[in-house]
């Protein structure tokens, strides 16, 4: 069992930076792949970035590509989304997700097994 709670959201103009954190709870976090999603009003739920369990692997959508970038903390039990360049487009709610580190889906899936509850990224123009 994870838990897991996002930080670190708010309220930024384009072109500015924001760094998100994911705290998780747990022995096994080392166990998991991590990942970072995001919700805009009105679209559905997409993927932006994932991290291998060992922090060996990144994966990103194209949209942020080159912008932001994901690590983790094991030892802290922490992810974490560094976001530079913002952009208005970049505002959503973001979720903080753990999956397996045995899927042999990862990283094309977007099944993960625990979410947290999201924070709030706005971009103002």
């Known amino acids: 069992q994870v838990q897991l709670v996002e930080s670190g959201g708010g309220l930024v103009q384009a072109g500015d930076s924001l760094r998100l954190s994911c705290a998780a709870s747990?022995?096994?976090?080392?166990?998991?792949?991590m990942g970072w999603f995001r919700q805009a009003p009105g679209k559905e739920r997409e993927f932006v970035a994932t991290i291998s369990w060992s922090g060996g692997s990144t994966y990103y959508a194209d949209s942020v590509k080159g912008r932001f970038t994901i690590s983790r903390d094991n030892g802290k039990k922490t992810v974490y989304l560094q976001m530079s360049s913002l952009k208005p487009e970049d505002t959503a709610v973001y979720y903080c997700?753990?999956?397996?580190?045995?899927?042999?889906?990862?990283?094309?899936?977007?099944?993960?097994?625990?979410w947290g509850q999201g924070t709030q990224v706005t971009v103002s123009s």
């Open positions: 997700a753990a999956v397996h580190g045995y899927d042999s889906n990862w990283p094309k899936t977007n099944e993960y097994d625990y």
């Open positions: 747990g022995r096994t976090f080392i166990s998991y792949h």
